[in-house]
T-cell receptor, first 113, second 115 residues
Framework: GENVEQHPSTLSVQEGDSAVIKCTYS??????FPWYKQELGKRPQLIID?????GEKKDQRIAVTLNKTAKHFSLHITETQPEDSAVYFC????????????FGKGTRLHILP | NAGVTQTPKFQVLKTGQSMTLQCAQD?????MSWYRQDPGMGLRLIHY???????DQGEVPNGYNVSRSTTEDFPLRLLSAAPSQTSVYFC??????????????FGSGTRLTVV
């Protein structure tokens, strides 16, 4: 089955700097890669996703890149703000296949003042 | 439109007891899943369903049962609770494969403690 590895487990960046979180996946059939943000004590919420027919997708300060050949994808947050502090999860799925969404173990992002 | 509703929010069980975690969605979503969240382990898939009458196992299915008799409801049953099942449980739903939006909507979670 699919296995998703996520790094780093903890990341601290100065406010205003950029943050990058990286994930790798094992199943070459995976074609959908969402990212979720979970604030303390709250439910995970989808922030951005990408499908395998696209190499990059942007939404304001966040962007995701996908390298299908290397089976890795990354989340980029620019001009970080205090409200970006949270746990971020990457995930992978084979839409049209078994459709399970398998998550990485998460990255705790701290934005330092 | 309530989204995904989970009950109860908190529960304490004794080892060996059984119980059902309830999950209901009012968005007419085809797909529903149960995840457990433990510190440092991320979100692990327990069981999932792609439609009424169809369920399948996820990564950590042992000790849990599910059924999907209606599109709206997807209850998770703990057969004989064990301390290892102490966790936060999230139910999630999304549109099916024909939908343009694949993103999950999560419930608010159930914090379960087994003593």
């Amino acid at each position: 089955g699919e296995n998703v590895e996520q790094h780093p487990s903890t990341l601290s960046v100065q406010e205003g700097d950029s943050a990058v979180i990286k994930c790798t996946y094992s199943d070459s059939a995976s074609n959908y890669f969402p990212w979720y943000k979970q604030e303390l004590g709250k439910r995970p919420q989808l922030i951005i996703d990408i499908r395998s027919n696209v190499g990059e997708k942007k939404d304001q300060r966040i962007a995701v890149t996908l390298n299908k050949t290397a089976k890795h994808f990354s989340l980029h947050i620019t001009e970080t703000q205090p409200e970006d502090s949270a746990v971020y999860f990457c995930a992978a799925s084979t839409m049209g296949g078994d459709d399970k969404i398998i998550f990485g173990k998460g990255t705790r992002l701290h934005i330092l003042p | 439109n309530a989204g995904v509703t989970q009950t109860p929010k908190f529960q304490v069980l004794k080892t060996g007891q059984s119980m059902t975690l309830q999950c209901a969605q009012d968005m007419n979503h085809e797909y529903m899943s149960w995840y457990r969240q433990d510190p440092g382990m991320g979100l692990r898939l327990i069981h999932y369903s792609v439609g009424a009458g169809i369920t399948d196992q996820g990564e950590v299915p042992n000790g849990y049962n599910v059924s999907r008799s209606t599109t709206e409801d997807f209850p998770l049953r703990l057969l004989s609770a064990a301390p290892s099942q102490t966790s936060v449980y999230f139910c999630a739903s999304r549109r099916g494969a024909k939908g343009a939006d694949y993103g999950y909507t999560f419930g608010s979670g159930t914090r379960l403690t087994v003593v």
